[in-house]
C-alpha cells in the first residue's frame, strides 16, 4: 500500500526492546541526543505524525484495500462453492473438518466490511494500549506509571474510526 510522506510533528525515543520512553519528546530528530554508542545497541528516534495525517494516510488506502477486500471475497466464495460442491456430492465422505470449514467460509463471507475493519481497529487499539502498559514497568518515576496507564485506557476507550 503506498501511504503519503508526512513531517513527523515530534521524536521520542525508542529502546532497544521497542519500548518508547515519553519524556524523551523532541521536537527534531537532532535534539533527541542518541550517540553513536546508543544507535549501535539499538536506541533510535522514532517519529510522531499528527491524528491529522494518520487520518490521510488512512483514507488514501482505503481505495487500494477496497479492491483488495473484494479479491479476497472472491476468493472465499470460490473456495465455499468448492466446499459446497463437495458436501452435495459426497455427502459420506464429509468430515468433521469438511464442516468446521464450511462454517468459518460461511462467517467470513458474511462479515461485512465495516464490520471487519471494526474488529481490526479493537485489535490495533488494543496493541496499542499494551504498548503503553508496557511502558511504565520501565520507568522510575511514579507519575510516568500513572500516565502510561492513563494513556491505554485512553485508547481503549476510543470506539470510533476515523
Known sequence: MTMPKFEPVAFVQSD????????????????????????????????????????????????????????????????????????????????????????????ALSTTPDQALEQFAANVREQCAKVCENEYPHTVFHTDQRAAINCANAIRAIKELP
Open 16 to 107: 532497544p526492546d521497542g519500548h518508547l520512553h515519553l519524556a524523551e519528546i523532541t521536537k527534531t530528530e537532532a535534539c533527541q541526543n542518541l550517540d553513536q554508542w546508543d544507535r549501535q545497541v539499538g536506541w533510535k528516534a522514532v517519529p510522531l505524525h499528527t491524528a491529522d495525517q494518520l487520518t490521510e494516510a488512512y483514507e488514501a488506502g482505503k481505495l487500494e484495500q477496497a479492491a483488495q477486500i473484494e479479491m479476497m471475497r472472491e476468493a472465499l466464495e470460490a473456495s465455499y462453492n468448492g466446499l459446497r460442491w463437495w458436501i452435495d456430492s459426497f455427502p459420506l465422505h464429509v468430515t468433521e473438518a469438511d464442516n468446521e470449514e464450511m462454517l468459518k467460509l460461511v462467517k
